[in-house]
């Protein structure tokens, strides 16, 4: 049985505004669900049209009418769940560090946290008007690696003035990173799908760098900045 | 004005089947018609809410309430365009081709195509269960590329006997790709999202190769099938 207030809380739970507030979100799939109940996440609560075993106390059987009440799908899967968004952890700055500057696509960001994940990126750095990683879109592309990156949402600029690390920028006209020796430690910063890096951040970078195109005949003129951000994290770690 | 023959063929066209019987694919979104247009595929129809000077005949004005009932988008974007499925060229053996086995994301597709496209990737060989390329989804997710890339579909065990070439296949357990010399020509193949590469094609496969996943925490257990792609693409073309 789903109660009136369950239904508001997780409704509210759509908008940022709410996430922020309330400090919860909403993850559905089984697979997903699975993964982030292994985590140190704190589960809040947890729908299903059948028990899947979760062994998860608070697990409440639902009808798959109260499920399609509550579910953010337009196919709703046969799980939901609400966990406590955790506390973000000061950025370790003695390492590579992901910075994000207003990347807008929750598929992209989601692709990026699971990258930061396989590549041993413990610090994932936002612009404030970068897609909230709570969004349900972008945890349903994260495949649980959102608990295992640590992501903090920052005035971009400020962040990069304070930090006194080399600053990598993609640049369409950047130096060739195949050429380029890159450090293990540094800020690797990666900006929005349609317009890129910003002039003001742009102006903090330290070093251009662009993974050429091959051949001479005419080409896509970019990469996505999720395929992009694979390519120079394998650059990076690649030793 | 649209007529009823026109609504009729183009909601076929949502249909793989109907794409292959009529030949005819269709194409949503001013940025990527434009693109399209830019190449050498025919033009057989285009609607647009509003002259954006496309330079083409052919264009038709129609309303909004027109384009809703023709646009496969739940937000319609205010053009639609049909063009005919260009003929396939034979696949050329002496280059670096990409082949897929069963990939059935269309996004995970489209941005494969992009990523040959960048990388200077004339052929791609799909398996017949690999997503239709002609899929809007996947047109939406090439930016264009798909007029650059060739593309046949076939019995990728057969094709894969046939062909001379090293095959390199993405495996979790495959050998170190940073660590291994690759040709500039072969067969790159990639497996389905779930289950990876089948058995029937691992058997065919020369040499195994895996990117190798980095520090020794618990990580997400795999890659995208697409960033995976840009990776190993960039390793092959780096030189």
Redesign the interface.
Known sequence: MLSKNQIKLITRLKQKKYRLELGFFVVEGIKTIKELLQSNLELHMLFTTQSFNFDAKNEVIITDTELKKISFLKTPNTALAVFKIPDVKPIDTTQLIVALDDVRDP?NLG?II??C????ITDLVCSNQTVDCFNPKVIQAT???IT?VNINYVDLESFLKQVELPKYGAFMEGNNV?KTTLPNKGVLILGNEANGVSNSIENLVTNKIS?P???V?????S??V??AT??LL??F???
Chains 1, 2 share one sequence.
């Open positions: 598929g692709t699971r990258l994940d396989w590549f041993g495949m649980g690696s295992r195949y993974i195109r091959f051949g005949l005419q080409a896509t003129e990469l996505n999720a395929t694979a390519i394998s650059e770690r690649r030793g």
